[in-house]
């Protein structure tokens, strides 16, 4: 069955309303009223106003990955993750993407590939996400993270991180995306061999 976008305006609510409840700096929540023409039901709904992201798969000239660990608060526990941020107001998510690498880890590359976009959470986000892939990185200059960032970096094998996603050593969604988009440009979706 084919994606069928002719009925997309049947789906969509008509917005009534916006009012931002609170600024966090790093995003803003916005009360959004809104009414669905088809049903005529009018609803709020909360949605958070957060800037563009980045992340970047850097691989280094013997294929290892470039890797950070570091506190995430929501989990209450040390994450495994690639280096990634914020786009500043204004920046190309490209120009981000090397400015987090460098920032979070010392590591430049001399050759940059963009290899996927998603929507974090589209339910109560509008933002995106860029996924970087940056090969041959070595590392060239001292971190400069911010003030809240305490994080530790370190390469393994790309097979290595292969079994850390399979085994949820990596298990951060939007880290994993981050690999799904690199496996997507290197191949092919498929059906895994074994069982049904």
């Known amino acids: 069955m084919a994606d069928d976008r002719d009925d997309d305006d049947e789906l969509r609510w ?8 609170h600024d966090y700096r790093i995003f803003r929540s916005t009360a959004v009223r809104a009414a ?5 039901a009018e609803r709020d709904f909360t949605v958070l106003d957060t800037p563009d992201w980045v992340n970047v798969v850097a691989l280094t000239p013997a294929d290892e990955v470039v890797l950070i660990r570091q506190y995430r608060h929501g989990a209450d526990r040390v ?14 998510h490209g120009a981000a993407a090397r400015r987090e690498l460098a920032e979070e880890t010392g590591y430049t ?18 933002n995106r996400l860029f996924t970087w892939l940056a090969l041959d990185a070595t590392p060239t200059e001292a ?51 074994g069982p049904k």
Not at 109 to 123: F, I, L, Q, S
Not at 169 to 192: C, M, Q, S, T, Y
């Open 14 to 21: 008509r917005v009534l309303g916006r009012t931002t409840v």
């Open 79 to 92: 994450h495994v993750e690639i280096p990634g941020g914020m786009v500043d107001p204004g920046e190309e």
């Open 36 to 40: 669905h023409p088809r049903t005529g």
């Open 109 to 126: 590359a001399p050759v940059w590939r963009h290899v996927g976009t998603v929507e974090p959470n589209p339910a109560i986000h509008g």
């Open 143 to 193: 971190c400069s993270m911010d003030p809240g960032e305490v994080i530790t970096t370190f390469t393994v094998p790309l097979d290595e991180a292969t079994r850390m996603l399979r085994d949820g050593r990596i298990d951060h969604a939007l880290v994993v995306a981050a690999f799904a988009h690199l496996a997507l440009a290197a191949g092919e979706l498929r059906r895994p061999a």
